[in-house]
């Protein structure tokens, strides 16, 4: 643990992965190995509908939830598919902005 100019101790720096899990259909975040937040989407042949995203409150205004979309949007790219943003959050983030007009199903 570190202090700061202070002298108050610091927290270690939290460690975000954000993992994509093709099986479970969804991407995932970890914060030093604790689930954190998930974006689940549904396959139906080359469409991807994106159903829920989500980050527990304890993780929250951290960027994590948009992370999450992005990851599957990395993923829809890398297999030709498309993406319908049912959830909200997905749905706010995605549609009509232009970087995201090549996947949007």
Not at 14 to 35: H, L, M, N, P, W
Not at 51 to 66: D, L, M, P, Q
Request: glycine share 10%; charged share 25%; aromatic share 6%.
């Amino acid at each position: 643990m570190q202090n700061n100019i202070n002298g108050t101790a610091l927290e270690p720096q939290e460690t975000v992965c954000i993992v994509f899990e093709e099986d479970a259909c969804r991407s995932a975040a970890y914060v030093d190995g604790k689930q954190a937040g998930e974006c689940e989407f549904t396959v139906d042949g080359d469409v991807w509908t994106i159903t829920h995203t989500g980050v527990r409150s304890e993780y929250g205004g951290r960027g994590i939830a948009k992370k999450l979309v992005l990851k599957v949007i990395e993923a829809a790219r890398a297999k030709n598919a498309k993406i319908v943003p049912l959830c909200s959050y997905a749905d706010k983030m995605m549609s009509g902005k232009e970087e995201f007009g090549d996947v949007l199903g």
